[in-house]
C-alpha cells in the first residue's frame, strides 16, 4: 500500500516536500511515480522514477521540482520548489509494475496511493 504525507498550504514562491512510503521489498524496483488532479479535469503526470534512476518530468515543472527515491527507507520524494498557484491539486504516488518507465501517462500505473493535497496561494 502506498501512502502520501507532506502536503499542506503554502505561498506561491514557497516550498514543499512530498513523500510516499511503500511496502518494503515491493516497489523498490518499480517504476514509480508523481501525478496531480484537480477537480474537473483528468490526472496528469508529474514526474516518474525507473529502477535506475531516470527521471522524467512534464514540463511545467521542469527546474523547479525533484522527484527521487530512498529504497533504504522505501519512500518515494518529490521535492517541490518554486510553487504557482496553478500546481494545486491532490497529488498521488504511483507505482508501475515494471523497471522501465514509459512516460508521464497515469494509465500504465497499477497501484496508487490516496493522494495528498496541495494549496498555493498567490
Known amino acids: 500500500q502506498l501512502v502520501e504525507s507532506g502536503g499542506g498550504s503554502v505561498q506561491a514562491g514557497g516550498s514543499l516536500r512530498l513523500s510516499c512510503t511503500m511496502p518494503s521489498g515491493t516497489y523498490q524496483a518499480f517504476c514509480m511515480g508523481w501525478f496531480r488532479q484537480t477537480p474537473g479535469k483528468q490526472r496528469e503526470g508529474v514526474a516518474t522514477?525507473?529502477?535506475?534512476?531516470?527521471?522524467t518530468y512534464a514540463d511545467f515543472v521542469k527546474g523547479r521540482f525533484n522527484i527521487s527515491k530512498d529504497n533504504a527507507k522505501t519512500t518515494l520524494n518529490l521535492q517541490m520548489n518554486s510553487l504557482k498557484s496553478e500546481d494545486t491539486a491532490m497529488y498521488y504516488c504511483?507505482?508501475?509494475?515494471?523497471?522501465?518507465?514509459?512516460?508521464?501517462?497515469?494509465?500504465?500505473?497499477?497501484?496508487w496511493g490516496q493522494g495528498t493535497q496541495v494549496t498555493v496561494s498567490s
Open positions: 504511483a507505482a508501475r509494475t515494471s523497471v522501465i518507465c514509459r512516460g508521464l501517462g497515469p494509465g500504465q500505473f497499477s497501484f
Open positions: 522514477i525507473d529502477n535506475a534512476g531516470g527521471t
